[in-house]
């Protein structure tokens, strides 16, 4: 959404401005407005000043030196991690977890090894949720749940269900945003026999700098990004200095996405967050689009984080169907079957139910 380079507008009309061979101006073609090619410059000279700043804030790398520290040689010691055999997701635990199995695909095979060579986190979340919290709010989550097929409800058996922490990175950095908006007034009223419709449209500047602190990006590859997502927000003034004693008892995901890669995905978030700030603050009009809009950042630093998350796997019809709850606040997200005869007869039934309704009204018009 924001911008690096610079449209040359009319700003009398928002058409495009072009020059013409011949001319020594630069002309409006659609309402013919002429302007000197020394006005142009400065009308858009702090815009493409501004573009500028957008484009080098944009391949200025995030400041990702402090994310995370090297673990000591007793930490690592304590940590294994395995390779499963099956889908090849890698997942770490603690020295005590010999045997488990994969929360990806089910399959019990462990392979033990050093953990080296990555980075030991400087936060983590702790969990606040346990396994009964987690069964309780899948069956919760079932509830209403008109189309789901009854023997998937009736006999539903949670197979797998295990702790995980899921690597995070935390993103903050400080921004100036530019914005122009169009936005437009209407206005209807009666001109004799006829409805006039009267639309005024205005320009709209807004400006401001504004902080953001642990913007999060999910670390992993292997867990699902939509899931992920839905299942945030993190209370993150609940994050304390990482230890591994946090880890006892749970599995915890190493981290396979690097916070340079995920960098792009945080500055598109936090420039479309500061343009929607910008954006409430034009107020007073019917309509509002964004024309124009540029977000320099700053290079803010990063962290590396831990957050726990519940992972639940249940199977119907020979299909498995995998949940996650936020470990901190319970909130769960999932896919669910539906039954197919449900959605056809629960349409049916309810246009058998209005029918009788609809003819005893329309009688009731007629007869006036």
């Not at 122009?180 to 007034?185: E, G």
């Not at 953001?212 to 994050?239: H, R, T």
């Not at 009788?356 to 007869?367: A, K, Q, R």
Request: proline share 5%; glycine share 4%.
């Amino acid at each position: 959404m924001a911008n690096t380079s610079v449209s040359y507008k009319c700003p009398n009309c928002g058409a495009p401005l072009s020059f013409i061979p011949g001319k020594t101006t630069v002309t409006c073609e659609y309402c013919g407005t002429e302007f000197e090619v020394a006005a142009v410059e400065e009308m858009f000279r702090a815009k493409e000043e501004l573009a500028a700043r957008a484009q080098e804030a944009r391949e200025a790398k995030w400041d990702t030196s402090n994310a995370g520290e090297e673990w000591t040689s007793d930490e690592a010691a304590a940590l294994k991690a395995f390779t499963c055999s099956s889908c090849g997701a890698e997942i770490v635990c603690d020295e005590n977890t010999m045997a488990t199995e994969c929360v990806y695909c089910g399959n019990p095979t462990m392979i033990p090894k050093r953990f080296d060579g990555a980075l030991k986190p400087d936060l983590v979340i702790p969990f606040k949720k346990n396994k009964q919290d987690a069964v309780a709010a899948l069956k919760k989550f079932y509830e209403g749940r008109w189309l789901l097929p009854s023997n998937f409800t009736a006999n539903n058996r949670v197979e797998a269900i295990q702790p995980m922490y899921v690597p995070f990175w935390l993103f903050d950095s400080g921004v100036e945003a530019h914005a122009d908006f169009r936005a437009a007034i209407r206005r209807v009223y009666d001109v004799g026999d006829e409805v006039v419709t009267e639309r005024r449209v205005y320009s709209c500047h807004r400006s401001g700098t504004m902080k953001f602190s642990k913007i999060p990006a999910d670390g992993s590859k292997k867990m699902n990004d939509d899931f992920m997502d839905s299942i945030e927000p993190f209370d993150y003034s609940e994050l304390v200095d990482f230890s591994t004693a946090y880890l006892t008892g749970y599995l915890a995901d190493k981290y396979d996405v690097s916070a340079d890669e995920c960098s792009e995905r945080v500055n598109k978030r936090m420039e479309n967050s500061a343009v929607d700030v910008l954006k409430e603050a034009v107020q007073g009009y019917d309509e509002c689009e964004v024309e124009e809009a540029v977000v320099v950042k700053d290079i803010g630093k990063v962290l590396y984080a831990m957050v726990p998350v519940w992972i639940l796997t249940t199977r119907y019809e020979n299909k498995p169907y995998t949940f996650m709850m936020n470990g901190q606040t319970g909130k769960v997200v999932g896919s669910l079957p539906y039954d197919t005869f449900k959605s056809f007869l629960y349409p049916a039934i309810l246009a058998i139910l209005l029918t009788p309704v609809m003819y005893f009204v329309v009688e009731i018009c007629l007869s006036l």
